[in-house]
């Protein structure tokens, strides 16, 4: 049985974002393709989709949001420990959260944002939303489990948002939103073991979105890449990814994206 009540009269679109680590520069194309055509009232995002979308709900052009991830900067974030071990994981956290502290101060929020994590050790999806919305938040969101370490918040101890669900749409409807353009850049990787592990823990744990909910989901058209792709910063995959994004996001409006989604400001 759903629980989301439906929305107040009026309609209300959002921009949902995946996870998915360096694949998220897709986003990025995506989102250019769209911008002259549709803008969203909102903004969702998981794991790395939650620095997409504090650029994109504080009012980043897409030009530059595509710089950003073309640029060897967007590789920095990930820095590999020099003594791993499962409690702490594998990567250094410092450089992401330094990522998140720096957009958190060049972009003030415009727009309504949301960013979604997982409680540990309940695993509860947990929705954060607007001036709550920290850099340790962002950080929290993109703490892969066993990668990064959680980070405590408030007594709470939170992952990455992605872990049970890479496009958290459910979020959007609990912010009000009645139509969802979702962008999901988490795709089918390799190995092939670890694709059936996180597609198993999708299945299991996964919120559902209101039956009243519109949504269009644009994906990759084409393999990504492996699972180390989307962590070690490549110039020739990102130009890739972006690329990709563009081309799927014309063909997106081509084909007809929802009547009430296409609109301009």
Known sequence: ????????????????????????A???????????????????????????????AGGIEPDELILRWLHPDAGTAVRFRAMPDLWNGYFDPGPLLERARQIHREFARKLPLGVVSIEVPGFRPVLFRDDEI???????????LLFYPSVRIDGRRLVDGGLFESTPVWAAAAMGATRVIAINAFPRITPWALHVVLSGMHRLRKMPAPEWLD??????????????????????????W????????????????????AREE
């Not at 055509?37 to 994109?56: C, E, H, M, R």
């Open 134 to 144: 920290t850099p340790e938040h962002m950080l929290a969101a993109c703490s892969i």
């Open 242 to 261: 972006v690329d990709m994004g563009v081309r799927d996001g014309e063909r997106f409006l081509e084909n007809g994206m929802p009547a009430t989604a």
């Open 215 to 240: 949504i269009a989901v644009i994906s990759p058209s084409a393999r990504m890449g492996a699972a180390r792709d989307a962590m070690v910063w490549d110039a020739a995959n990102a130009r890739r």
């Open 1 to 24: 049985m759903n629980s989301q009540p439906e929305p107040l009269a009026g309609r209300r679109e959002a921009l949902v974002l995946s996870a998915g680590g360096l694949f998220a």
């Open 26 to 56: 897709y986003q990025a194309g995506v989102y250019k393709a769209l911008w002259p055509y549709w803008k969203p009232d909102l903004v969702v995002g998981t794991s790395a989709g939650a620095l997409n979308g504090w650029l994109i």
